[in-house]
């Protein structure tokens, strides 16, 4: 079925510990397979290169906490309520949510996309957990009231000793999902060929296509608003987190749009985990906390990057 080589590596880079891995042979219909060698469960006989990459699990534990993140704001927008517990537990420090609510939309089909996309995001909850198993990392302390303010004082839409509420309309929804999504689709797409499990980034692969079509949803829905401007000034604060590097792209102007962000070849560009770290904690330094985690995110990767 499988040769030695192909299932040590699996197993290695796709769970964090020896119950987990022992888990993921059950699963996988292997467990008897004495193909597989002690080698296989110790995890020996790996290469430089692959103990100095990620594992799958990392990676995935990674992504889980945006998981999380997105399904809070879009489930308190759509239906007003948080996830329940038993989505929640897991290793590392668990969280509460600060803020949110049901945001009063004044436009059916958006009030129909949040519900649809909360949807999703909810199954990638569930989905990412049932795969990482017993390795899977418990929901961060999450901040859906402040962690806006101080995103939206970044892009100069607020003034100092103002707010920004992303639930108090239709409006500031679109602006506050926008400042995600995008994220969410290079993120994704920076972490693919840190997965070696192709069962693992074919999901990954699902997930990214998903977040795209939600991407697309709420660009579209803010250039028909004619919320362009702050969509720009969003997508510069972002740029200014995340490096050197211009990786953003607006909506466009009255004469042009832009609703799929990419490089000169047609391409989505990719962030790498820090990058995405530096946004999600509203810091363009080197730290393991703040914004949107308020104590950080739970697994391997925490820190952000900084700019080189």
């Known amino acids: 079925m499988f040769g030695k080589t192909v299932v040590r590596d699996m197993i290695n880079r796709s769970a964090e510990n020896e119950t987990d891995r022992r888990i993921f042979l ?12 002690g080698a296989a469960l110790t995890g020996a006989a790996t290469t430089s290169a692959s103990a ?9 534990n990674f992504a889980l906490n945006l ?7 879009y489930q308190q927008a759509a239906f007003g309520r948080s996830l329940g517990d038993r989505l929640t537990s ?19 089909r958006i009030a129909k996309a949040a519900r649809e996309i909360a949807g999703d995001e909810l199954a990638h909850v569930k989905f990412l957990r049932t795969a ?25 839409l607020i003034e100092e000793g103002q707010t920004f509420d992303p639930f108090a309309n239709e409006n500031n929804f679109l602006l506050a999902a926008y400042i995600f999504e995008d994220v969410g689709v290079t993120a994704y797409k920076g972490a693919a060929p840190l997965i070696s499990n192709k069962t693992y980034l074919e999901a990954a692969a699902g997930i990214l296509a998903v977040e795209s079509y939600h991407a697309g949803i709420i660009r579209s829905a803010l250039y028909e608003k004619d919320l362009w401007k702050p969509a720009r000034a969003i997508s510069n604060a972002r740029d200014s987190l995340d490096g050197r590097s211009d990786l953003d792209r607006g909506l466009g102007n009255t004469k042009k749009i832009n609703l799929v962000p990419t490089d000169r070849n047609g391409i989505v560009y990719s962030r790498s985990a820090a990058q995405v770290l530096n946004i999600a904690y509203l810091n363009p330094k080197q730290v393991s906390r703040g914004g949107f985690f308020p104590r950080g995110v739970n697994g391997a990767i925490t820190v952000s990057g900084g700019k080189k």
Do not use: H, M
């Open 52 to 60: 100095a990459a990620p594992s799958d699990g990392a990676v995935l």
């Open 132 to 156: 990482l198993g017993g390795a899977k990392v418990a929901r961060p302390q999450i901040n859906l009231r402040s962690s806006f303010t101080a995103a939206a004082r970044a892009a100069g």
């Open 26 to 37: 059950k699963s996988a219909g292997v467990a008897g397979l004495g193909a597989v060698g």
């Open 67 to 73: 998981e999380y993140l997105e399904a809070e704001f």
């Open 90 to 108: 897991g290793k590392g420090r668990k969280g509460g949510v600060t803020g949110g609510r049901k945001v009063d939309f004044d436009t059916p």
